[in-house]
């Protein structure tokens, strides 16, 4: 029998809190994070709104010197890992050498430092090319973000980047699980981390036509899953992060335990950069994977955390997904959608989504979807709409949709 694996610890940096508890208090109350954008001068986009963190100090986590020299990311990053940490009961700084060596990290990241990148281009574009930072190679490049972390705490176990796209954080957890499984690691910070807010990026999205610029003057109102007038996503950021440790290993120490990953599956459509085939097959395919590994039938699932972008395709299709995965059972299943309070934040949202199922699990109360004003015959499940809903859930399925025809889903369950 594999090892099974369990969430000992969480940390979030979300747009509508703070820290794990505001993170998740706000959640419950449907209170959105959503607002008008406020990092850099928006006035000559169509959109200027996002799910855009306010009242952080990066400085509490990097030096100012470093935080010129690193993408916003990384401070979210560490500080979602810190509180994580923390909430495990474990402190680096006293560990041996050996338990630092078992213990990973594993980050997925959509974006990376993509607005690092357009800070020095900025800086070399304006005539301040000695103002560029001397990493901005190595700051750009995808894989040092997991080293930021790794050499924040001084873990010596493996230091790896998952990108995949908006399934990124959710592959990071799936991979980090089958790591702890085959013995490569006892311990492994995970999650996802992501910050794409700057004026290049939204403009890049807008091209694509995928975000909504209809809500400008009412930003909460703006993002809209399963709601008959949606017009696209909110692009957003943030940073949730865990610790997954073996089973035993948990229990041998005292740790509180949240729950375990007990699925995960992930197809690709091998269909278009950007657009979901109408069928859903690959997406219910993913989902039907994570709940086999998870030995887990349709009608033990009790909650479903949905990608929900509030684009009508996705949103469209990810429903008929779920007809195709748990069969007459989906109408049964109460599903939210946290982009709805959050925005997009890219490659984090599956973990955002895992932190909020845990959460959900401990508190019985499942989180709503809010902005579904107009009922749409297309989306026809029950999304949890209006308030938080008691619930004692011991099965969850937490589903993404990336870039790229990728599908990956979670199975979280309580530890029996």
Known sequence: MKPRVVVTGIGAVSPNGIGREAFWSSTLEGKSGVRRIESFDATALPVRIAGEIVGFNPLQYVSEKDAANVSRVVPLAIAASSEAIQDAGLNPSSMPLEELRRTAVMLGSGGGGQEFVQRQLALYLSGQAKQCSVYTIPSATMGTLASEISMHFGFRGFSH??????TSSTDALGYAVQNIQCGTADRVICGGADAP???????GFTLMRILTSSWNEQPERGSRPFSADRDGFVLGEGAWMFVLEEFERAMARGAGIYG???GYGSTCEAFHRVRLGEDGDEPARAIRLAMKQAAVAPEEIGY???HGTSTVLNDRVETRALKLALGSRAYQVPCSALKSIIGHPQGACGAAGVAATLLAMRDNCLPPTINLDIPDPECDLDYVPGPCRPAHVQHAICNCIAFGSKNS????????
């Open 197 to 203: 807010l700057s004026f290049f990026i939204v403009k």
């Open 409 to 416: 889903a979670l199975v979280v369950s309580r530890v029996a």
């Open 161 to 166: 980047v998952i990108t995949t796209g908006c």
């Open 304 to 306: 479903v955390s949905l």
């Open 260 to 262: 375990e990953i007990t």
